[in-house]
């Protein structure tokens, strides 16, 4: 599945998807969540529902990343290979993702915590900084099938 690349279309693969506007990344965690789910429900293999569960929490949490550090998503795809779920998000900043950091304060901060869980589930994760602005972060989660 990309969404953007205007040519994907849900009839081309069951094992893709993209939605209607192929050219807009998702603008919410629930959308890109919602997408992954379509690629997800696209195949005929039984599959795992906790490792479907993972998937779409990492998902949310490298959606809500980008949205909130990155200046939102730039770019999305998500698609199954023999390895697990191949999941793609760029956004607009060259920050790297970093685990959260104590502070000062005698209580911890809300949050810091997407980073950890998504190191966590995935199986591999690239980071890649693009030349022009803003980074790639490509992730592979593993399905486990019945």
């Known amino acids: 599945m990309s969404i953007s690349t205007p040519s994907q279309h849900a009839t081309e693969s069951p094992r893709h998807y993209a939605p209607p506007d192929a050219h807009a990344p998702p603008r919410s965690a629930a959308e890109a969540r919602a997408l992954v789910t379509a690629v997800l429900d696209s195949t005929s293999r039984s599959r795992d529902d906790e490792a479907a569960m993972d998937a779409l929490l990492a998902t949310s949490e490298l959606a809500t ?17 023999d390895e697990g779920l191949d999941l793609t998000i760029a956004d607009g900043s060259d920050e790297l993702p970093s685990a959260s950091a104590a502070g000062d304060d005698e209580f911890p901060r809300p949050g810091g915590y997407g980073w950890a869980v998504v190191r966590r589930l995935a199986k591999l994760i690239k980071i890649t900084v693009r030349p022009g602005g803003g980074k790639t972060l490509s992730v592979l989660l593993p399905l486990r099938y019945g």
């Open 65 to 81: 990343n980008a949205i909130v550090h990155g200046g939102g998503i730039t770019a999305f795809d998500a698609e199954i290979t």
